[in-house]
Nanobody, 119 residues
């Protein structure tokens, strides 16, 4: 299986910015549409941003204009630039494939990275 490792989370004040990274263990990463998911305490995990191998992107309405997803296939790395952060963005953020409702069975969930937005 392809292993995924997320990093870059932390504590930030409202209006601040963070950049998350996700690195895959295998080169087949470039074949898949990849996405960032988040899960807040007591809430269901949701897909917030996705990017195809060719660079086409899509975002959930709540983060449009604030978050930017990108990828570097040579580095097997996925990024999420988060600006104008709000307290409701507080969650554990995960990366995984995003081609359908269930991630590819060839990819494993990582540990996630905690993002906390608070004054």
């Amino acid at each position: 299986q392809v292993q995924l490792v997320e990093s870059g989370g932390g504590l930030v004040q409202p209006g601040g910015s963070l950049r998350l990274s996700c690195t895959a263990s295998e080169s087949i990463f470039h074949i898949y549409t990849m996405g960032w998911y988040r899960q807040a305490p007591g809430k269901q995990r949701e897909l917030v941003a996705a990017i195809t191998g060719g660079g086409s992107t899509n975002y959930v309405d709540s983060v449009k204009g604030r978050f930017t997803i990108s990828r570097d296939n040579a580095k097997r790395t996925l990024y999420l630039q988060m600006n104008s952060l709000k307290p409701e963005d507080t969650a554990v953020y995960y990366c995984n494939t995003a081609d359908g409702p269930v991630p590819s069975r060839y990819f494993s969930w990582g540990q996630g990275t905690q993002v906390t937005v608070s004054s």
